[in-house]
């Protein structure tokens, strides 16, 4: 079942990320100027909206995706270091004290929802298209290893 992230949930420590992430940051950058909820909407139809346990959101699933592709680490290496960089949970929108997710479940939202590879492609075109737009990231073209797509 999936319901709608909204923006991070409130914590004491949420002011934190104002002292550790800088402002010039490039994952506070992104997460500022790039509005992810097409990738709720691309996905929608991807899950059952009226049973089942509650998925992780699709839009910090696939920025967890961005991550390794910015970032060239394997799936337990985006986990793990989201687990203590500040700016991968600033930008994974969570709390500065939140579980990360099992890298395990990389695996299955890429097999489940992502089945169609060419979605994959699509979703990190469209959100290379909008940094590239906002002057986030200069390069107009990215590589991503689609090993385990």
Avoid at 40 to 60: D, F, I, M, Q, T
Avoid at 99 to 108: A, F, M, R
Wanted: overall charge positive.
């Amino acid at each position: 079942m999936l319901i709608q992230q909204q923006k991070i949930q409130l914590s004491s420590y949420s002011g934190l990320y104002d002292l550790i992430v800088p402002k010039d940051n490039l994952l506070r950058k992104i997460n500022e100027l790039i509005d992810f909820s097409f990738i709720y909407e691309e996905l929608l139809n991807k899950y059952c909206s009226n049973n089942g346990r509650h998925a992780e959101s699709p839009v910090r699933m696939f920025k967890y995706l961005l991550l390794k592709s910015i970032y060239t680490v394997s799936d337990v290496d985006v986990v793990e270091r989201s687990r203590y960089d500040m700016s991968f949970k600033y930008f994974l929108e969570m709390t500065p004290e939140e579980e990360v997710i099992n890298p395990s479940s990389l695996t299955k939202f890429r097999k489940l929802r992502l089945k169609d590879t060419d979605l994959l492609n699509l979703l990190i075109g469209k959100t290379v298209t909008i940094a590239i737009e906002k002057g986030i990231i200069k390069s107009k073209s990215i590589i991503v290893d689609a090993t385990h797509t």
